[in-house]
Protein backbone atom coordinates (compact mmCIF):
# COMPACT_ATOMS: atom_id res chain seq x y z
CA UNK A 1 0.00 0.00 0.00
CA UNK A 2 2.67 2.53 -1.42
CA UNK A 3 0.87 5.22 -3.36
CA UNK A 4 -1.70 6.95 -1.07
CA UNK A 5 0.96 6.52 1.93
CA UNK A 6 3.91 8.23 0.17
CA UNK A 7 1.58 10.88 -1.03
CA UNK A 8 0.79 11.93 2.70
CA UNK A 9 4.48 11.26 3.54
CA UNK A 10 7.21 11.96 1.21
CA UNK A 11 7.78 15.32 0.28
CA UNK A 12 9.23 14.35 -3.04
CA UNK A 13 6.11 13.13 -4.19
CA UNK A 14 3.87 15.97 -2.82
CA UNK A 15 3.33 14.86 0.76
CA UNK A 16 4.71 16.38 3.80
CA UNK A 17 6.13 13.87 6.70
CA UNK A 18 7.47 17.40 8.40
CA UNK A 19 3.75 18.47 8.38
CA UNK A 20 2.72 15.32 9.29
CA UNK A 21 4.40 15.32 12.40
CA UNK A 22 4.22 19.26 13.49
CA UNK A 23 1.92 19.59 15.97
CA UNK A 24 0.91 23.27 14.76
CA UNK A 25 -0.16 24.41 11.67
CA UNK A 26 3.20 25.93 9.80
CA UNK A 27 1.56 28.88 8.18
CA UNK A 28 -0.88 31.80 9.09
CA UNK A 29 -4.48 31.82 8.53
CA UNK A 30 -3.85 34.99 5.72
CA UNK A 31 -0.97 32.71 4.12
CA UNK A 32 -3.13 29.75 3.51
CA UNK A 33 -4.47 29.62 -0.20
CA UNK A 34 -4.48 25.51 -0.84
CA UNK A 35 -5.06 24.80 -4.56
CA UNK A 36 -8.42 22.82 -3.27
CA UNK A 37 -12.19 23.77 -5.03
CA UNK A 38 -15.12 22.48 -5.31
CA UNK A 39 -16.49 19.61 -8.10
CA UNK A 40 -14.45 17.80 -9.97
CA UNK A 41 -11.13 18.89 -11.47
CA UNK A 42 -11.31 19.63 -15.62
CA UNK A 43 -10.90 15.88 -17.38
CA UNK A 44 -10.68 14.23 -14.12
CA UNK A 45 -14.44 12.90 -13.38
CA UNK A 46 -14.53 9.97 -15.24
CA UNK A 47 -11.30 8.82 -13.79
CA UNK A 48 -12.20 9.38 -10.43
CA UNK A 49 -15.93 8.18 -10.74
CA UNK A 50 -14.01 4.55 -11.82
CA UNK A 51 -11.91 4.98 -9.60
CA UNK A 52 -14.08 5.56 -6.28
CA UNK A 53 -16.69 2.78 -7.85
CA UNK A 54 -13.97 0.24 -8.01
CA UNK A 55 -13.05 1.36 -3.97
CA UNK A 56 -16.64 1.33 -3.14
CA UNK A 57 -17.26 -1.95 -4.36
CA UNK A 58 -21.36 -0.91 -4.32
CA UNK A 59 -21.04 0.58 -1.08
CA UNK A 60 -21.83 4.29 -0.36
CA UNK A 61 -19.34 5.74 2.39
CA UNK A 62 -19.96 9.20 3.48
CA UNK A 63 -16.50 10.10 3.27
CA UNK A 64 -13.97 9.90 1.03
CA UNK A 65 -10.44 10.57 0.29
CA UNK A 66 -8.81 9.16 -3.36
CA UNK A 67 -5.46 9.85 -4.90
CA UNK A 68 -5.15 10.03 -8.74
CA UNK A 69 -1.54 10.16 -9.21
CA UNK A 70 0.13 11.11 -12.57
CA UNK A 71 1.30 7.81 -13.73
CA UNK A 72 1.11 5.06 -10.54
CA UNK A 73 -1.73 3.17 -9.46
CA UNK A 74 -4.77 5.11 -7.79
CA UNK A 75 -5.40 4.35 -3.75
CA UNK A 76 -8.26 5.99 -1.38
CA UNK A 77 -9.67 5.87 2.00
CA UNK A 78 -13.27 5.36 3.01
CA UNK A 79 -15.76 5.20 5.42
CA UNK A 80 -19.06 3.27 4.95
CA UNK A 81 -22.13 4.03 7.80
CA UNK A 82 -22.77 0.60 9.30
CA UNK A 83 -25.98 -0.63 10.32
CA UNK A 84 -28.39 1.20 12.86
CA UNK A 85 -25.86 2.14 15.71
CA UNK A 86 -23.24 -0.44 14.97
CA UNK A 87 -19.67 -0.09 13.74
CA UNK A 88 -18.52 2.08 10.75
CA UNK A 89 -15.90 0.46 8.26
CA UNK A 90 -13.09 2.26 7.73
CA UNK A 91 -11.17 0.95 4.03
CA UNK A 92 -8.19 2.05 2.81
CA UNK A 93 -7.72 0.32 -1.12
CA UNK A 94 -4.96 0.50 -3.55
CA UNK A 95 -6.09 -0.44 -7.68
CA UNK A 96 -3.38 -3.50 -8.17
CA UNK A 97 -3.04 -1.75 -11.58
CA UNK A 98 -3.42 1.89 -12.45
CA UNK A 99 -7.17 2.34 -13.57
CA UNK A 100 -6.56 4.89 -16.24
CA UNK A 101 -4.51 3.59 -18.96
CA UNK A 102 -4.20 4.70 -22.43
CA UNK A 103 -4.58 1.23 -24.88
CA UNK A 104 -5.08 1.92 -28.60
CA UNK A 105 -4.66 5.59 -28.67
CA UNK A 106 -7.90 5.95 -26.29
CA UNK A 107 -7.80 5.81 -22.29
CA UNK A 108 -9.86 3.06 -20.95
CA UNK A 109 -10.92 2.44 -17.37
CA UNK A 110 -9.31 -1.07 -15.98
CA UNK A 111 -12.20 -1.32 -13.39
CA UNK A 112 -11.94 -5.20 -13.65
CA UNK A 113 -9.60 -5.78 -11.13
CA UNK A 114 -9.64 -6.90 -7.18
CA UNK A 115 -7.88 -3.85 -5.50
CA UNK A 116 -5.77 -4.66 -2.53
CA UNK A 117 -7.88 -3.44 0.53
CA UNK A 118 -7.78 -3.10 4.23
CA UNK A 119 -11.21 -2.95 6.00
CA UNK A 120 -11.44 -2.16 9.78
CA UNK A 121 -14.34 -1.37 12.40
CA UNK A 122 -14.57 2.39 13.45
CA UNK A 123 -16.95 3.48 16.20
CA UNK A 124 -19.64 4.73 14.96
CA UNK A 125 -19.70 8.44 17.25
CA UNK A 126 -16.37 9.53 16.04
CA UNK A 127 -16.79 8.33 12.29
CA UNK A 128 -19.84 10.48 12.73
CA UNK A 129 -17.98 13.44 14.07
CA UNK A 130 -15.21 12.82 11.54
CA UNK A 131 -17.42 13.17 9.20
CA UNK A 132 -19.14 16.46 10.01
CA UNK A 133 -15.78 17.81 11.39
CA UNK A 134 -14.35 17.25 7.91
CA UNK A 135 -16.87 18.59 5.77
CA UNK A 136 -17.16 21.95 8.66
CA UNK A 137 -13.33 21.97 7.41
CA UNK A 138 -13.64 22.05 4.24
CA UNK A 139 -16.25 24.40 3.73
CA UNK A 140 -14.11 26.96 5.83
CA UNK A 141 -11.05 26.48 3.85
CA UNK A 142 -12.88 26.23 -0.52
CA UNK A 143 -15.49 28.66 -1.56
CA UNK A 144 -18.61 26.85 -2.92
CA UNK A 145 -17.71 30.00 -6.12
CA UNK A 146 -14.18 28.32 -6.25
CA UNK A 147 -13.81 25.88 -8.43
CA UNK A 148 -11.66 22.69 -8.97
CA UNK A 149 -8.66 23.54 -11.24
CA UNK A 150 -6.72 21.73 -13.26
CA UNK A 151 -3.09 20.43 -12.30
CA UNK A 152 -0.72 18.78 -14.07
CA UNK A 153 0.22 17.17 -11.03
CA UNK A 154 -1.23 14.33 -8.33
CA UNK A 155 -4.63 15.01 -7.82
CA UNK A 156 -6.58 14.58 -4.53
CA UNK A 157 -10.90 13.82 -4.35
CA UNK A 158 -12.61 14.91 -1.10
CA UNK A 159 -16.13 14.03 -0.80
CA UNK A 160 -17.63 14.51 2.56
CA UNK A 161 -20.93 14.07 3.02
CA UNK A 162 -22.39 14.54 -0.59
CA UNK A 163 -19.95 17.80 -0.68
CA UNK A 164 -16.59 17.24 -3.42
CA UNK A 165 -13.41 19.19 -3.05
CA UNK A 166 -10.74 18.67 -5.51
CA UNK A 167 -6.95 19.75 -6.03
CA UNK A 168 -3.45 19.48 -4.75
CA UNK A 169 -2.15 18.38 -1.51
CA UNK A 170 -3.31 20.95 1.18
CA UNK A 171 -0.25 22.14 3.22
CA UNK A 172 -1.18 24.76 5.60
CA UNK A 173 -4.57 25.03 7.64
CA UNK A 174 -7.95 22.93 8.49
CA UNK A 175 -6.41 21.02 5.01
CA UNK A 176 -3.11 19.83 6.36
CA UNK A 177 -4.78 19.01 9.65
CA UNK A 178 -6.87 16.89 7.69
CA UNK A 179 -3.74 15.11 6.22
CA UNK A 180 -2.83 14.58 9.54
CA UNK A 181 -5.75 12.90 9.97
CA UNK A 182 -5.85 10.52 6.98
CA UNK A 183 -2.19 9.24 7.64
CA UNK A 184 -3.59 8.29 11.17
CA UNK A 185 -6.54 6.31 9.59
CA UNK A 186 -4.67 4.52 6.93
CA UNK A 187 -1.78 3.48 10.02
CA UNK A 188 -5.42 2.35 11.96
CA UNK A 189 -6.25 0.10 8.75
CA UNK A 190 -3.15 -1.66 9.45
CA UNK A 191 -3.28 -2.29 13.28
CA UNK A 192 -4.71 -4.93 15.43
CA UNK A 193 -7.55 -4.56 17.44
CA UNK A 194 -5.65 -2.62 20.65
CA UNK A 195 -3.16 -0.67 19.07
CA UNK A 196 -6.29 0.20 16.71
CA UNK A 197 -8.31 1.84 20.27
CA UNK A 198 -4.92 3.87 20.58
CA UNK A 199 -5.21 5.26 17.35
CA UNK A 200 -9.05 6.52 18.18
CA UNK A 201 -7.88 8.44 20.77
CA UNK A 202 -5.11 9.90 18.84
CA UNK A 203 -7.82 11.13 16.63
CA UNK A 204 -10.03 12.34 18.63
CA UNK A 205 -6.92 14.51 20.25
CA UNK A 206 -6.56 15.64 16.40
CA UNK A 207 -10.29 16.24 15.92
CA UNK A 208 -10.26 18.22 19.06
CA UNK A 209 -7.35 20.47 17.55
CA UNK A 210 -9.16 20.80 14.23
CA UNK A 211 -12.62 22.33 16.24
CA UNK A 212 -9.95 25.08 17.96
CA UNK A 213 -8.76 25.96 14.41
CA UNK A 214 -12.28 26.32 12.90
CA UNK A 215 -13.33 27.93 16.05
CA UNK A 216 -10.33 30.59 15.52
CA UNK A 217 -10.62 30.58 12.28
CA UNK A 218 -14.28 31.99 12.42
CA UNK A 219 -13.53 33.56 15.52
CA UNK A 220 -11.07 35.67 13.07
CA UNK A 221 -13.10 35.74 9.98
CA UNK A 222 -13.96 33.65 7.19
CA UNK A 223 -12.30 36.02 4.39
CA UNK A 224 -9.05 35.29 6.09
CA UNK A 225 -8.75 31.50 6.95
CA UNK A 226 -10.48 30.11 3.28
CA UNK A 227 -7.83 32.38 1.69
CA UNK A 228 -9.97 34.94 -0.02
CA UNK A 229 -8.18 38.10 -1.14
Sequence with gaps: MSDFRAFSVSASTLAVAALLLAAPVAHAADECKPELGRGWPPATENHGN????????????SLSLTTLPRYSP???????????????????AEADDRVAAWSGGALRMRIDQEPEVADVPMPAAL???????????????????????????????????????????????AGELLMQQSELLIKATDDGDERRARRWNELTAQLDELEKWLAGNAAGGAGAGNGND
Excluded at 50 to 60: H, S
Excluded at 139 to 166: I, N, Y
Design 127 to 173: AKRLVADWRRALTATVPEDRPAGFHDADTLLFMVDGMRVSGLLPECG
Design 50 to 61: AVEGLFAAGAKP
Design 74 to 92: ESGLLLVPGDGDGDWRLRY
